[in-house]
């Protein structure tokens, strides 16, 4: 099946099962596109000598900082989208279904990345 797809797609799919260090080209392809030049094997790549000392890189306190920031107002806003979404269902419960959908949308405003708010507006306004 893989052959019969990169042949559509125009690849040599057998290509990818030459053993390694394999100078075996498919047809149509020349020679020298082929070979990339080689890197020397591991052992003969030379080391980084180990410096005794370490250096030591300060941390950029500011980014930490700002990470902080967004993350409290991240939970400030879900909070509060969450409080909509439970007056959302207090509404639905009492078949108030205009402020139902008003809380959800709010809610679905507030804190886009869940999606319960937007399927529960959803379900409001099939209701209707």
Known sequence: ????????????????SRPEGSDEVPPGVPKSAASPPSSPPP???PTPAASSSKVH?????KM???????DSE???????AEA????GADAYKKR???AAITHFSKAWETWPKDVTFL???AGECIGL
Not at 74 to 80: F, R, T
């Open 119 to 121: 399927t529960n507006l």
């Open 96 to 98: 108030d279904l205009a």
């Open 43 to 45: 052992s003969a790549r």
């Open 74 to 80: 991240d939970a400030a806003a879900k909070k509060a």
């Open 1 to 16: 099946m893989i052959d019969v797809l990169g042949a559509l797609m125009g690849l040599d799919m057998q290509g990818f």
């Open 57 to 61: 890189e300060p941390e950029d306190v």
């Open 64 to 70: 930490a900082e700002a990470e902080e920031a967004e």
């Open 84 to 87: 909509e979404k439970k007056l």
